[in-house]
């Protein structure tokens, strides 16, 4: 599933080739694209048609594109192969093409998404007075938005009492971090991913938000990651990251920093990677005597 800097990339698109441009028609091409709008298909073109699209929108892994004229905004969920795509009206429609949006301009372009496991799609939700749809108002903002509290991150992993990686992929604390990224940032900060959050120290989570921060912003910087064709930017673009990861797929391979064979072990139906040497395992606790 995209995480943070795939979804960014998606929307800074978005915001170049769709933002403030007027509907003019929404073709629903398959039914479990739209399956969140439960008003279904009919209802969810009509209520766009004429509707002005605002500047597309993110928190952590979700995207949204606020309607300018109304309390309303288009939530679109990615899944694991969901593509939002700006191509010309002639262009041969794709073989997962799942909905098509056209505008009232001379620009030639519409929006399209595609979606080959239909896992992701797109709802109509209302949105609250901070702009944000109500069905996502639970989640927290990401390392990325300058109102993150670093503070209150390090207070809520000291009273959660879990461990490092389920805290990083707890999307109530922290938004936008996958298992990727994840990875990553604890084998920047040499921290095992079983390592209990209420061992951390201030400075500790001040150095891991380091991380996580300098790990996104990476791979921002070259569109994100893609392993296969199924992540693209709205050019159909893939990203590079995966060329510079550190420990996220590569068990079996030397660690970068201290050349001891990174591991892999199934977490939480996924995979953690890292080095035993630099991430040392937690120490198991002392049996309480009789």
């Given amino acids: 599933m995209p995480e943070l800097p795939e979804v960014e990339v998606v929307r800074r698109g978005l915001e170049r080739w769709v933002a403030h441009r007027s509907v003019a028609d929404v073709e629903v091409l398959h039914p479990r694209a739209i399956r969140r709008h439960l008003a279904g298909a009919d209802d969810f073109a009509h209520r766009l048609k ?49 909905i098509r949006v056209g505008f009232a301009d001379a620009l030639g372009t519409e929006l399209r998404f595609v979606d080959q496991r239909t896992f992701g799609g797109l709802s109509l939700h209302e949105t609250g007075p901070d702009g944000l749809p109500d069905v996502i108002a639970h989640i927290a903002r990401d390392p990325l ?10 207070r ?27 990875d990553e940032a604890l084998w920047r900060a ?19 938000l380091t991380h996580v921060r300098d790990v996104m912003n990476a791979a921002l910087a070259v569109g994100g990651t893609s392993f296969d064709s199924l ?10 990251f995966d060329r510079s990861l550190d420990a996220y ?16 072990r199934p977490w939480m139906n996924r ?15 002392r049996a309480v005597q009789p």
Wanted: aromatic share 6%; hydrophobic share 30%; charged share 25%.
């Fill in 50 to 98: 004429g509707h002005r699209v605002g500047t597309p929108s993110r928190r952590g892994k979700y995207l949204w594109l606020p309607l300018e004229d109304s309390d309303q905004a288009i939530l679109a969920h990615l899944g694991m192969s969901g593509q939002l795509l700006v191509q010309p009206h002639e262009a041969p429609a794709e073989k997962h093409l799942r």
């Fill in 145 to 154: 938005d300058p109102l993150f509290d670093d503070e209150a991150f390090h």
């Fill in 156 to 182: 809520a992993l000291r009273r959660k009492r879990t461990t490092i990686k389920r805290a990083l992929l707890d999307q109530s604390l922290i938004s936008g971090v996958g298992n990727i990224y994840a």
């Fill in 190 to 208: 040499r921290l095992h991913y079983d390592r209990p959050t209420a061992t951390l120290t201030r400075p500790r989570t001040a150095e891991l």
């Fill in 231 to 240: 992540y693209v930017n709205v050019n159909g673009e893939s990203g590079y």
């Fill in 249 to 264: 797929g590569r068990e079996g391979m030397p660690c970068r920093r201290c050349a001891t064979v990174m591991r892999r």
């Fill in 271 to 285: 995979s953690s990677y890292f080095c035993p040497k630099c991430q040392r395992p937690p120490a198991a606790p």
